[in-house]
């Protein structure tokens, strides 16, 4: 399996190229025009359908406009003391983690994936110069796919693998408001995939991003970058941001110090409005453009390139009532010389209301419908079959949150039922309890059982294209599933000192596994669900400032998983193609403000040996110092993996590629 | 060629299903809105509007120099005992500055806890200690604002009182001069002011 296991990833390790041009070409195919009108059709008419509410509920304000009212006017709002106030963090009933735009800017990150390096709830490794494997509470792989990954509610996710392309997640990271980062099942209002956790990147509004940006920079490994954005408005009641990026980064290295050639460069270009049809009506449009190019060692340049585009509609009917409907578009192509070309087009709908009932319940429900029109161009050695698919996704969940006691005790029930052309019905419940014990305390726990259902891999992927097959597509793949127990605290102990901690056990059942066909015969394989697994672990973080000036940042996450065969299985090692997990990750952060306007940062993180790739465990250290003397200007330099010349984490020899110590030199001006 | 055929089938199935949805979408939308909106009030949480008050009152309100003890000090905004804001006051105040200094949400269980503090929210929980909270804080430049019924006439600076769904602003000004604070006639013209004391 370990030959075609490895050219599965290369095929899955993809990556793309002439946007605009292929783009364009893609959309004049005559074939998917219809379905371009209906796009089309769904954009333009369902922000029509704000001329509806306009007139409806003229009292609703979001907070900035009241900001923006004299004493008196504030004086005369009428108000409410029924409605449900929004939940703080360390009130809710999950493992949540918040990465701030503070947060990103202090550690440097220049993309998603280093950003997410600042939630040690989950594993992030860095595999080469362009892939990452990233994921929460173990099955860690370059293709992990118990993780679902939103940026402003689109989902980033690949049918190919049910996972992410890291490469081409990206945005201008000065306009990320936050990341919210959640370890555990969060299937019932997030859906399907967010099994082990959900990660959600959340973009400013275009509002708060007027004027202009310029940032750039440059070093050893981060060749170059720059970006810059403008923000305006027309009118008192429409803002807009327009944005471009580009970055070169140079390659990673092979163990032996050789040049390991992937070096790679990528542009992207978008841009949000927002019209404030009423005070409780707000409509967006936001879309994006990229392409990129990644190289490789033996083969041309790999092609990157797509573009989405999403309009939403969000109507508050009161500050515990609201609505929101958004559609999207998204297209994605990547071509991997030598291996294969996928171009991707996904619609999505999604549609949720949330209403309180009486003076207890809190309800949220939802439906949504998604659709993916996947195209394969095969190479020899292994071939998605048949290349073309459609397939769609249809779900509806609801969920209650109920005060038991109001403000002390809160329990949550839901549950999602989804259908997917592969395994039909699924149904994802969740039972959520917190108590609030005191202001600055919390307890909770939860039960939840989550899904992942089948991806191309699972089913339909043979090697190679033509018979004689070494692997074999299994018609029969169904969903994975996890039920998941969990516990957790939050607590600020003193006012400089606080902790979070989150326990979990999960159970899993029909995880994937490789069989043979034959028993006795090495090959052919094929892919079944003949593996369960147990997992327990926890996520340690507390957060201490011993001066105004000073924050430190510490956090620790042991992790143990095990696997075993089910009845009827061949695979000589369960779970082992799964999972490539450390057993504990540490890291200390520490954030000092200086005198004259300078800021001292650095971050060391422990990550332990991975086993079943042999990978040694490693300490690195990233430290920043940075010149604000104004808001408006920051200039900083950039130390990044600082305690060796190269270190590996991910990926087994000889294969393995390693990432070298790396300087930049950055700024960033807002006028 | 079986392939292409299911391939086909499937585009159609799937296009009139996309419209089909469509539809579901907008029939499903337009009874729930009007019965959204027949069932709902509409007006504001009373915590978003105070919380607002909050704000406005690190614009209308001087401290003293010696209150921040950097000009990078952030003025804090503190809730003492339960937080009825939730994420409100930390909405509000994003972003925003007063007089330079960053402005901060911090959340007390202990007197102690009140250090570096400038407005400090006393919540309703702890109503019955005002009178102990406005002693322990004397002399200290801390605009302290509560809710609970007579806090202005304990001690307490400003008291949100709410007449009518609407809330007015009664304001102790001796209180806020005994602690060096000077509030802009912005926020005394629409307010009750009690205890006026000597000019």
Not at chain 1, 238 to 246: E, Q
Not at chain 2, 14 to 42: E, N, Y
Not at chain 2, 153 to 178: C, H, K, P
Request: aromatic share 10%; proline share 5%; net charge neutral.
């Amino acid at each position: 399996m370990d030959a075609s296991e490895r050219d599965l990833l290369a095929a899955v390790a993809i990556s793309n190229s002439g946007l605009f041009v292929r783009l364009c070409r893609r959309l004049k195919v005559v074939a998917s025009c219809s379905r371009i009108a209906a796009a089309l059709t769904l954009f333009l008419v369902h922000p029509g359908l704000v001329v509806l509410p306009l007139t409806l509920s003229a009292q609703i304000q979001a907070t900035p406009a009241l900001k923006t009212l004299s004493v008196e006017e504030l004086m005369n709002i009428e108000v409410t003391s029924v409605s449900k106030r929004p939940e703080r963090l360390f009130e809710t009933a999950s493992a949540i983690q918040v990465i701030t735009r503070e947060d990103i800017r202090r550690s440097g990150a220049a993309s998603i994936p280093e950003a997410l390096r600042l939630a040690s709830n989950l594993e992030v490794a860095q595999v080469d110069a362009h892939a990452w494997a990233i994921s929460a509470r173990g099955f860690n792989n370059t293709t992990s796919n118990k993780l679902l990954v939103l940026m402003d509610g689109r989902t980033l996710y690949t049918p190919l693998y049910a996972g992410v392309f890291w490469d081409v997640q990206d945005t201008l990271l000065e306009d990320v408001d936050r990341i919210e980062v959640i370890s555990g099942p969060s299937a019932t209002v997030w859906g399907a995939n967010a099994v082990n956790g959900v990660i959600n990147i959340i973009t400013k509004k275009a509002k708060d991003t007027q004027g202009g940006l310029l940032s750039g920079g440059g070093g050893t490994e981060l060749r170059g970058f720059g970006g810059a954005r403008y923000g305006g408005g027309v009118g008192p009641d429409v803002r807009y941001r327009i944005y471009g990026k580009y970055f070169d980064r140079d390659s990673s290295v092979l163990a032996t110090g050789q040049d390991a050639r992937d070096s790679w460069h990528s542009g992207q270009i978008g841009f949000r409005g927002e019209w404030n049809a009423s005070q409780a009506d707000v409509v967006t449009l936001q879309g994006d453009l990229y392409d990129g190019a990644v190289h490789q060692l033996t083969a041309d340049p790999i092609g990157l390139g797509g573009g989405n585009l999403m309009s939403r509609w969000e109507h508050a009917f009161s500050d515990s009532s609201d609505l929101k409907l958004q559609f999207y578009y998204d297209r994605t192509n990547r071509r991997i010389p030598a291996s294969i070309a996928e171009g991707l087009d996904t619609y999505d709908v999604d549609l949720q209301h949330r209403f309180p009932l009486g003076q207890r319940h809190d309800m949220v429900w939802g439906v949504a419908y998604r659709l993916i029109e996947d195209d394969i161009v095969n190479p020899p050695t292994l071939a998605f079959l048949p290349p073309h698919v459609s397939r769609q996704w249809f779900s509806a969940f609801a969920q209650d949150e109920v005060a038991v006691v109001k403000d002390r005790l809160h329990v949550t029930f839901g549950t999602k039922i989804e259908h997917n052309d592969y395994t039909g019905f699924e149904f994802q419940p969740t039972a959520r309890l917190v108590w609030k014990m005191s202001t600055q305390q919390s307890l909770w726990g939860a039960v939840s059982r989550a899904v992942r259902t089948p991806s191309r891999i699972d089913r339909e992927l043979f090697a190679p294209r033509s018979p004689p097959f070494i692997l074999l597509g299994s018609p029969d793949f169904h969903a994975e599933d996890v039920l998941a127990y969990e516990l957790g605290y939050r607590g600020q102990l003193q006012q400089r000192l606080s902790l979070s901690i989150a326990t979990f056990y999960n159970h899993y059942d029909n995880v994937r596994s490789t069989e043979r066909t034959n028993p006795l015969l090495p090959f052919p394989v094929f892919l079944a669900n003949r593996v369960k697994g147990e997992s327990h672990g926890a996520e340690l973080a507390a957060e201490y400032r011993p001066l105004e000036s000073w924050r430190l940042r510490a956090a620790y996450s042991p992790l143990k998983l095990h696997f075993a065969r089910k009845p009827g299985s061949t695979d000589p090692n369960p779970g082992a193609s799964e999972s490539h997990d450390p057993n504990h990750q540490f890291s200390l952060r520490s954030l000092l403000d200086l005198a004259a306007h300078l800021e001292f940062d650095n971050a060391l993180r422990y990550v332990s040996r991975i086993d079943n790739q042999s990978l040694p465990a490693y300490a690195e250290l990233d430290s920043r110092l940075g010149w604000r003397p104004s808001t408006a200007l920051e200039i900083s330099i950039l130390g990044q993996n600082l305690l060796h010349r190269r270190h590996a984490e991910f990926g087994t020899l000889p294969g393995r590629r390693e990432i070298e110590r790396s300087a930049s030199l950055r700024f960033v001006w807002s006028f | 060629m079986v392939i292409l055929t299911f391939a086909q089938a499937d585009a159609i199935r799937i296009r009139k299903s996309l419209s089909a949805l469509l539809l579901l979408t907008f029939t499903l939308l337009f009874p729930l809105l009007q019965q959204s909106v027949a069932g709902q009030s509409s007006a504001i949480s009373e915590f978003r509007v105070k919380a607002t008050f909050l704000f406005q009152f690190t614009q209308f309100v001087d401290w003293p120099t010696e209150a921040f003890s950097t000009a990078q000090t952030p003025l804090v905004i503190g809730i003492f005992g339960e937080d009825p804001f939730g994420t409100f006051l930390e909405e509000t105040v994003r972003d925003e500055r007063a007089n330079g200094h960053a402005l901060a949400v911090e959340r007390y269980r202990r007197l102690e806890e009140v250090k570096n503090c400038h407005v400090l929210f006393v919540s309703g929980s702890e109503a019955s200690r005002t009178g102990d909270i406005v002693t322990a804080l004397k002399g200290r430049s801390i605009l302290i604002v509560g809710d609970s019924n007579g806090f202005a006439d304990r001690g307490g600076m400003i008291q949100f009182v709410t007449q009518e769904n609407r809330i007015r602003l009664r304001i102790n000004l001796a209180a806020a001069r005994a602690a060096n604070l000077t509030i802009s006639s912005k926020l005394l013209r629409p307010a009750t002011v009690i205890n006026p004391g000597p000019r």
